[in-house]
């Protein structure tokens, strides 16, 4: 966490506030905890963004993205606990950098918060941006990629299908969670090779994917059991209430109501899923 559907929350929360306003200040706000990842230093980053305007708010891959009008890009990138606010903080120890924002006489700030200290904050010149997360870095985003290329992508693969969903090179956007729920709605076991997959499968994943993230995106996303994760006004998402197999390890699955969920363990991550609906049908 967070995901595609919780980083395009925190763009459609902030965009309205963000886009049109110039960056009168930005600092470094008093943390006492672990410092997060920021490239380059504080009075680097000044010497650019100080006057800048903010043209356009939008997300790539799990990354928020401030482009500028001199065309240099913040890059923030939440990773686990990482939250774009306008207001309300959880808390003030773990606010770790303030854009103060004017709008001819209106004055703002957007934060940057981070409970664990692993999110990162860069920031790109065009060229600079382009050569680390351009195509050849990243697939196609999870809502952009077409059937006909994720059918390509999968046939040119042997790792397990939620191994290569997690895979930013081959699709950018899912995490562990999602690709959990796309998975047992389009009936797949995630231990299938991907390759092995057949074209009806596809499409079912393809169908899925597009269904789970529009409507995890519309319920502002997955608020798990930490309660960490909070769009830009600090309040929760509630797609966890939605989950069909994620962290239900134990329970009966929603689909079948005749088998419970199984957990298992997949590239170090939990995968959760219903050995009914979602029979291994490569004989694994």
Not at 236 to 250: A, F, L, P, T, W
Request: proline content about 5%; aromatic content about 6%; some cysteine.
């Amino acid at each position: 966490m967070p995901e595609l559907p919780e980083v395009e929350t925190m763009v459609r929360g902030i965009r309205g506030s963000v886009e049109g306003h110039r960056i009168s200040e930005f600092r470094k706000c008093p943390s006492h905890c672990k410092p997060i990842t920021m490239t380059p230093g504080i009075k680097a980053i000044r010497s650019r963004v100080l006057n800048q305007k903010i043209v356009n708010v939008r997300r790539l891959a799990k990354r928020v993205i401030l482009d500028l009008e001199n065309e240099d890009s913040f890059v923030i990138e939440p990773r686990m606990t990482g939250l774009m606010l306008l207001s309300d903080p959880p808390s003030t120890g773990h606010l770790r950098l303030e854009w103060l924002l004017k709008k001819g006489r209106s004055q703002s700030s957007l934060w940057f918060w981070d409970r664990r200290g692993l999110g990162t904050v860069r920031l790109y010149r065009k060229s600079e941006l382009l050569n680390d997360l351009g195509p050849l870095k990243l697939g196609p985003d999870a809502l952009a990629v077409s059937l006909k290329d994720l059918k390509q992508r999968f046939a040119k693969t042997s790792r397990a299908v939620k191994v290569a969903l997690l895979d930013q090179k081959m699709i950018a956007g899912i995490g562990n969670l999602y690709a959990s729920e796309i998975l047992h709605m389009s009936q797949i076991h995630p231990e299938r090779e991907a390759r092995h997959l057949t074209a009806d499968e596809v499409q079912s994943l393809h169908k899925a994917m597009n269904q789970i993230l529009k409507t995890a995106i519309r319920y502002e996303g997955s608020t798990l059991g930490d309660g960490t994760y909070r769009n830009a006004l600090n309040q929760s998402g509630s797609y966890q209430n939605e989950h069909r197999v994620y962290g239900r390890e134990g329970k009966g699955c929603p689909s079948c109501k005749g088998a419970s969920i199984i957990r298992t363990v997949q590239a170090q991550r939990s995968t959760f899923f219903c050995p009914c609906c979602q029979e291994n049908k490569d004989g694994n």
